[in-house]
């Protein structure tokens, strides 16, 4: 298995085994989306590529892709479409503009449940967060995706303690390197 990153233009070649992924993880619970919601990830997919500080890397074993993360740079005027909205609501301007704007914005990352306990997310996560300015990353996540917080917390992500209304159970992560993570007004952990 190799991790490898891949341009914008360059995903598409790979849209079937990231189709796969994603229904095989997002189907199951706590997503419980519908596996159909997987082609729509894939068109969707196509859009986010053109996205300024477009990334995605991709684990592959032979030509099966085992996982894949998707990451981009948070645009300077904080959008309002898909959860921005709630979540500018939950931090208020001055830390969206201050923490996310122009930061590593980690949109999906997904890892085939037969590759799980092997490294494959680490080494997703890195690939796609490791050119963040200042250590600067972001994530949204749900509280109820235990696997998922406990895998950001071995990683060294700070959940912001505030829940994101609107969208139940969304929460803001940010990355090891943030500086709001380690600044006066240090983030807490939970549980």
Same mark, same amino acid.
């Given at each position: 298995?190799?991790?490898?990153?891949?341009?914008?233009?360059?995903?598409?070649?790979?849209?079937?085994?990231?189709?796969?992924?994603?229904?095989?993880?997002?189907?199951?619970?706590?997503?419980?989306?519908?596996?159909?919601?997987?082609?729509?990830?894939?068109?969707?997919?196509?859009?986010?590529?053109?996205?300024?500080?477009?990334?995605?890397?991709?684990?592959?074993?032979?030509?099966?892709?085992?996982?894949?993360?998707?990451?981009?740079?948070?645009?300077?005027?904080?959008?309002?479409?898909?959860?921005?909205?709630?979540?500018?609501?939950?931090?208020?301007?001055?830390?969206?503009?201050?923490?996310?704007?122009?930061?590593?914005?980690?949109?999906?990352?997904?890892?085939?449940?037969?590759?799980?306990?092997?490294?494959?997310?680490?080494?997703?996560?890195? %690939?796609?967060?490791?050119?963040?300015?200042?250590?600067?990353?972001?994530?949204?996540?749900?509280?109820?995706?235990?696997?998922?917080?406990?895998?950001?917390?071995?990683?060294?992500?700070?959940?912001?303690?505030?829940?994101?209304?609107?969208?139940?159970?969304?929460?803001?992560?940010?990355?090891?390197?943030?500086? %709001? %993570?380690?600044?006066?007004?240090?983030?807490?952990?939970?549980?």
């Amino acid at each position: 298995m190799r991790v490898r990153q891949v341009s914008g233009q360059d995903v598409p070649a790979y849209a079937e085994g990231v189709r796969r992924v994603y229904a095989e993880v997002f189907s199951a619970p706590p997503w419980n989306e519908d596996p159909a919601a997987a082609a729509a990830y894939v068109e969707r997919l196509a859009t986010d590529a053109e996205r300024p500080g477009f990334t995605a890397a991709l684990a592959v074993d032979a030509d099966t892709v085992l996982g894949f993360a998707t990451a981009w740079t948070t645009p300077p005027v904080f959008p309002t479409d898909r959860s921005y909205g709630d979540v500018a609501r939950a931090l208020g301007g001055g830390r969206v503009r201050a923490w996310l704007c122009g930061a590593v914005e980690i949109n999906e990352l997904a890892v085939a449940p037969g590759a799980r306990g092997a490294g494959v997310g680490a080494a997703l996560l890195t %690939a796609v967060s490791e050119g963040a300015v200042d250590g600067r990353c972001w994530l949204l996540t749900s509280t109820h995706a235990g696997a998922s917080l406990r895998f950001y917390r071995r990683a060294g992500w700070h959940q912001v303690p505030v829940p994101v209304p609107g969208r139940a159970g969304l929460v803001v992560l940010l990355g090891p390197d943030h500086p %709001a %993570a380690s600044g006066p007004a240090a983030l807490e952990t939970r549980a």
